[in-house]
């Protein structure tokens, strides 16, 4: 038997209050929600890292994600004035279980959720070190300085 959670919702061999399912997610509640009707949308297949997500599969995911969060902001019968898009990728972000996945987060004045981050707290990075560690990126991403307004994603 699977041991990933969300593979065993997937395969409906654990149970989980489905909102939308097609041939490559699958969109259900969030058992300890932040707001009600937090939703976590996990593609069908296993993957663990969004970045490892085949291109068609990862611009679903932010597809059905859009509708959702439209949905969300339309029943009337919960509040959500906004949406937390949020992916916790890898251990180190936070990521409990190791299968790739989007929550939307409704979000409202008021609802005790927030985000926060000791970094805040300090003196803001310089431009220049901003620009080495945008270079940086670049490279990584393979990049040239100066066609970053222009540079496909494949």
Request: aromatic letters at 6%; charged letters at 25%.
């Amino acid at each position: 038997m699977n041991e990933c959670i969300f593979c065993r919702i997937v395969a409906g061999e654990a149970p989980s209050s489905v909102v939308l399912r097609d041939e490559l997610m699958t969109a259900f509640l969030d058992i300890r929600p932040v707001t009600p009707g937090h939703l976590l949308v996990v593609p069908n297949a296993h993957v663990v890292f969004v970045q490892d997500l085949p291109d068609a599969t990862a611009a679903h995911l932010f597809e059905v994600a859009r509708r959702l969060a439209r949905a969300l902001r339309s029943t009337g019968a919960l509040r959500a004035d906004g949406i937390n898009f949020f992916a916790a990728d890898g251990e180190a972000a936070g990521q409990e279980v190791p299968h790739a996945h989007l929550h939307l987060i409704p979000r409202f004045s008021g609802d005790g959720f927030e985000i926060d981050a000791a970094a805040w707290r300090e003196a803001a990075p310089t431009r220049e070190h901003l620009d080495k560690s945008a270079a940086r990126i670049r490279a990584a991403a393979g990049v040239r300085q100066g066609d970053e307004l222009k540079a496909p994603i494949n």
